[in-house]
């Protein structure tokens, strides 16, 4: 398919990626200049709280520290461990959550009066804290593992739904009349034109749905299970290990980053005119 | 192809009413071979028209026929060309130009006719290019490909040269006259600029009042390429603009209370 081909080849988009590369040098300094700001705020509140008499047990949430505990933990094979159940977990929920969400997105997005008719209950269920269908899952799933699954589709494909049925109305008229009148039957008009033209918003819908689920998953894995960097933190908390777990938090945020400038990068190449 | 349209009218609906008339009692005919261009002012139906043509709207009253046969849906032997390039940006130009081939299946020397479309448009070179890389010239040129590689019978053209610059149009109306006399499909163009409905066409439809009808209908006897500072075609230009002004002071009341 032509999309693919794109974006494997990226032939012609170079002379774009390149102007990109130049503002992203720039960009690059800025990063650079909040990281160390965050830094900085970090040594000062925590200096300024947890060298107080009666906390210095808490030491171990200071940079120095926590950079040293996410040094071993990094070492840990047990800690590559949680990442792996982690991320599976997130994998498996937003790929369940794809699978409903961009069929049903395009439909309600394609036909009005579908969207007309699913509007309130989406819009209903949507706003349903994703935890609070944890004792409902606890009680529909025997293991832990498909109930987190089910915590995390649910979490995940409003937001999927929502994006590709407003991507799809967002289709340029023009296009779809072009292929009306160059023969397209009306699933023609779906795969060849609809789909493609909604991939950009689909990736923004996957983009929501990643952040969404990586805080969902986290309180998740505090509930009665053995894996997970949820986990982690609950048991660096009983250990008093406070380096530990402060070092499980940020190890959380770098994960997290790095999936969504990932999907980033791909969101770029896919961002046609 | 002969297209014969007759006692066309198209209502639009509006909340409450009976709604808005475009078209009224629309009738003439496109014979075999013809170029005929439809010229009005802008906003008086003549995309309508153009897409009442194609298929892609449905009438309200009257009858379009093809070969005699009546209009009932968009098919791909009336290529339409719009005002605006309508390529699809994650395809290049020479997918772009394939795509009508590609939905219906056609893969007969799709590769060679693509090749000669390409070159006979200028676009060499330009094959793997992806549309927001192209000027508005060249967009319409693929369009213009696009619509031509099934071989239509008819050519449908929503003002395809309204949005380009003076050169890249006379261009491109040279190219589409000399493909039209060696391919010698029907063509029906819609413009408002009179130079361009007098340059092209073998008849000039003009339209005009609202709703819109047929002023008047003029045959344009002169040779290609034709010579815009010509005697004939001064006088024809002068006889459709006062036609044009006369009927736009009668049914503008608005703006001339007595």
New interface residues.
């Given amino acids: 398919m032509?999309?693919l081909k794109?974006f494997f080849s990226r032939?012609?988009?170079d002379?774009r990626f390149l102007q990109k590369g130049k503002w992203f040098a720039g960009r690059g300094y800025y990063s650079l200049a909040g990281l160390g700001i965050f830094i900085l705020l970090w040594v000062a509140i925590g200096y300024l709280l947890f060298t107080r008499p009666g906390y210095e047990h808490f030491s171990g949430f200071l940079p120095l520290p926590t950079l040293n505990a996410l040094y071993h933990l990094l070492l840990d094979p047990d800690f590559w461990r949680s990442v792996y159940a982690s991320l599976r977990r997130v994998v498996a929920g937003i790929f369940i959550a794809l699978l409903i969400g961009i069929p049903l997105g395009l439909l309600i997005g394609f036909y009005v009066k579908l969207r007309l008719i699913t509007y309130t209950p989406i819009q209903f269920l949507r706003m349903i804290s994703p935890l609070s269908w944890m004792p409902i899952a606890m009680l529909i799933f025997h293991s832990f593992e498909a109930a987190i699954y089910f915590l995390i589709t649910m979490a995940t494909v409003w937001p999927i739904i929502l994006n590709t049925a407003h991507g799809v109305t967002l289709v340029?008229i023009?296009?779809l009349?072009?292929?009306?009148?160059?023969?397209?039957k009306d699933y023609?008009l779906l795969s060849?034109?609809v789909l493609?033209?909604s991939?950009p918003y689909i990736l923004t819908s996957l983009r929501l749905a990643l952040g969404v689920a990586w805080i969902v998953l986290v309180p998740a894995e505090f509930l009665g299970i053995s894996s997970g960097l949820g986990y982690l933190i609950n048991d660096a908390r009983d250990t008093l290990e406070y380096d530990r777990l402060m070092a499980v938090v940020i190890a959380i945020g770098i994960v997290g980053f790095v999936l969504d400038g990932s999907i980033e990068l791909i969101q770029r190449a896919f961002h046609?005119? | 192809m002969t297209i014969t349209v007759e006692n066309v009218e198209k209502r639009f609906p509006l909340p409450g009413k009976e709604g808005f008339t475009v078209l009224e009692d629309i009738s003439f005919a496109v014979n075999d071979g013809d170029f005929v261009t439809v010229m009005g002012e802008s906003g008086c139906g003549k995309s309508t028209l153009l897409n009442l043509i194609s298929g892609l709207l449905p009438l309200t009253a009257g009858d379009i026929r093809v070969d005699g046969e009546r209009v009932k849906g968009p098919d791909p032997s009336r290529a339409l060309l719009f005002q605006q390039p309508s390529l699809l940006p994650w395809l290049n130009v020479e997918e772009n130009i394939i795509f009508g081939c590609r939905i219906r299946g056609e893969k007969d020397d799709l590769k060679m006719r693509s090749r000669q479309l390409i070159d006979i448009m200028g676009l060499t070179g330009f094959e793997k290019v992806y549309p927001h890389e192209l000027s508005l010239g060249m967009a319409q040129r693929v369009c213009l490909a696009r619509a031509l590689i099934g071989h239509p019978k008819i050519l449908l053209l929503d003002e395809p040269f309204a949005a380009l610059d003076t050169i890249n149009r006379s261009h491109l109306q040279e190219e589409l006259i000399e493909f039209w006399m060696v391919e010698k499909f029907s063509a029906v163009l819609v413009t408002h600029d009179v130079d361009e409905a007098i340059l092209m066409g073998t008849k000039v439809v003009l339209l005009g009042g609202r709703p819109c009808r047929i002023i008047e209908t003029y045959e344009v006897n002169l040779n290609y390429p034709r010579d815009i500072t010509g005697r004939s075609f001064f006088l024809l230009r002068s006889a459709i603009l006062k036609k044009l002004k006369d009927s736009f002071s009668a049914t503008t009341h608005w703006r001339d209370p007595q």
């Fill in positions: 032509g999309i794109r032939k012609s988009t002379l340029n023009q296009w009349n072009m292929a009306r009148n160059q023969g397209a023609q060849h034109i493609p033209a991939i046609w005119g």
